[in-house]
């Protein structure tokens, strides 16, 4: 591991200020240090942001405010956070370990870097890594990799299930920078790889995620998260789905959807959330709604069963949803 | 290194780790540098600064002066000489570096020991009470939840942990919530039977 300052600043300004170029915030370390020991990531700073009162899982009448530092295991144990809003809950049990989800904090979730083998290579190229120097995983080991929002720059797969159960209930995440606040909806946080994909997201220079609001909805208390992977446990997803849905009676009021292991960002379904609208909920609904779900794949030479995956994924997300209503 | 050289700086007798070592053994007081992942390009150490870290470990205060690079497994091992706590993966993949936290199971190997400051610190020394094991030690023993023993460490501080979560209710349950320690020898049957027997003891 490379050397790089360390501070361990007390206020939330203090650590905005100590956020130069080379920085990098560190909260469980899960993702980072792993990172650093690969030599993929060498910040010349470390701010450990665990001192900051960045904490607090609070429910009042806008919705769901967690802080950034708090950790996936105690949001996951949470009993609002069980009752109105499982699919978050089962996005957190459903991801890493034991072990991982008592360090892991929920801003390090949303920040963490793709499982991509080559991206945690430095022998390899990586476009993401380091721009310019190819995608090995185009004609490499690809089974694991993004068939949705791909580039021929990059095809990384985004890792988190919780970004995933986040974005489908229109989350807003906090940031912080030495100038000011903003609030950006989780949905336009992510950037799609393109030509650039050492961008993962809008966070500028030496931002800082704060936290985020989770809106009260009519479907969050009705959602479900179901993730498909190798093991049965402590695995990435080959595919997953986040479906909340607002019911009348067995009627599809409105229903929410994203899915995950499949895009280089969480991906929302606005196609099939609208072919689901007002619909009754059969199995043949089911299977005509999920028909589009994969359209605009890329499949590579080992991720093509992820479009079929994907859409069997829905299709049991639903019908678990529709048989728990 | 001549193991001889060693003579007088540790406890009196033989240890496999005093063999093993030679002259690796590093009094507390000692800055400890970025040791541990062989592949490590250390820089310049005199460049890092170093951070003090007082904690508890198994309820003894200690003060370690650390580089910020260095984990708390490192430390644990290599600074504090409390070795049962293993290297497996040193990638937060494998669960052998399992460790508590203030009470909580995390893992050794992704914990930049400098984060800890002021914190408690379990390792598997620090289970047993005098010559009495505890009881998730006591059940691995008697349901033979062990083969080679490299994970066992780290299964029974995640196990304990578990426990301790109120999450051990079914074999289901202690399976998922285990699946972070793994066990190549496979002894998956026994240590969920240890965990079975453990947890209505510890209740």
Not at chain 1, 119 to 127: A, E, I, K, Q, Y
Request: glycine share 10%; charged share 20%; net charge positive.
């Amino acid at each position: 591991m490379r050397a790089y300052t360390f501070t361990q600043p007390r206020s939330v300004r203090e650590a905005l200020a100590h956020a130069d170029a080379g920085a990098a915030f560190l909260a469980g370390g899960t993702t980072l240090v792993d990172l650093m020991k690969l030599d993929v990531m060498a910040p010349t700073r470390v701010v450990d942001i665990n001192r900051l009162p960045l904490r607090g899982i609070k429910l009042d009448r806008d919705g769901l405010h967690i802080g950034a530092l708090e950790r996936m295991s105690d949001v996951a144990a949470d009993r609002n956070v069980r009752r109105d809003y499982p699919m978050i809950a089962q996005a957190l049990e459903l991801s890493a370990s034991a072990q991982l989800r008592n360090m892991a904090s929920i801003g390090g979730n949303l920040l963490q870097r793709t499982r991509c083998g080559y991206f945690r290579d430095v022998t390899t190229g990586c476009n993401k890594r380091e721009p310019g120097s190819g995608c090995p995983a185009m004609t490499g080991f690809n089974r694991t990799h993004a068939i949705l929002g791909t580039s021929d720059a990059c095809v990384a797969t985004h890792p988190s299930d919780l970004a995933v159960a986040l974005v489908a209930l229109g989350t807003d995440v906090h940031l912080a920078t030495a100038q000011g606040t903003r609030t950006v909806p989780l949905d336009t946080f992510y950037a799609l790889p393109g030509s650039t994909p050492h961008v993962e997201n809008v966070l500028r220079p030496g931002e800082l995620v704060t936290g985020i609001t989770v809106p009260r909805s009519m479907w969050a208390p009705h959602s479900v998260y179901l993730k498909i992977r190798d093991r049965q446990s402590y695995e990435f997803a080959l595919a997953s789905a986040a479906v909340a849905v607002e019911w009348r009676g067995r009627t599809i009021n409105q229903a929410r959807i994203a899915v995950g292991g499949v895009g280089t960002t969480p991906w929302r379904l606005p196609v099939v959330e609208r072919a689901l609208a007002g619909q009754l909920a059969t199995a043949d609904t089911f299977e005509a709604a999920v028909r589009t779900a994969a359209d605009g794949a890329r499949p590579l030479a080992h991720n093509a069963f992820k479009s079929a995956l994907l859409r069997r994924t829905l299709v049991r997300a639903f019908t678990v949803l529709a048989q728990s209503r | 290194m001549n193991p001889n050289d060693d003579a007088g700086h540790g406890p009196p007798g033989v240890s496999r780790r005093g063999v093993l070592g030679g002259g690796a053994a590093v009094a507390v007081a000692v800055p400890l540098l970025a040791t541990g992942a062989e592949a490590t390009p250390v820089a310049d150490p005199a460049s890092a600064d170093l951070v003090t870290v007082k904690v508890k470990v198994n309820g003894k205060p200690v003060s370690v002066q650390v580089d910020p690079r260095v984990t708390l497994l490192d430390t644990l091992r290599e600074g504090l000489e409390l070795t049962g706590t293993k290297k497996g993966c040193d990638r937060g993949q494998c669960g052998a570096c399992t460790v508590h936290v203030d009470g909580r199971r995390v893992l050794s190997c992704l914990t930049l020991a400098a984060t800890v400051n002021e914190r408690e610190i379990t390792t598997i020394e620090g289970l047993a009470r005098g010559d009495r094991l505890h009881p998730m030690q006591q059940a691995f023993i008697e349901r033979d939840g062990l083969q080679c023993g490299f994970c066992t460490p780290g299964q029974i501080m995640s196990a304990v942990g578990m426990v301790h979560e109120g999450h051990a209710n079914s074999d289901d349950e202690i399976r998922e919530r285990m699946s972070g320690n793994i066990c190549r020898c496979s002894c998956y049957p026994f240590i969920v039977e240890a965990i079975r027997d453990a947890q209505k003891v510890m209740r």
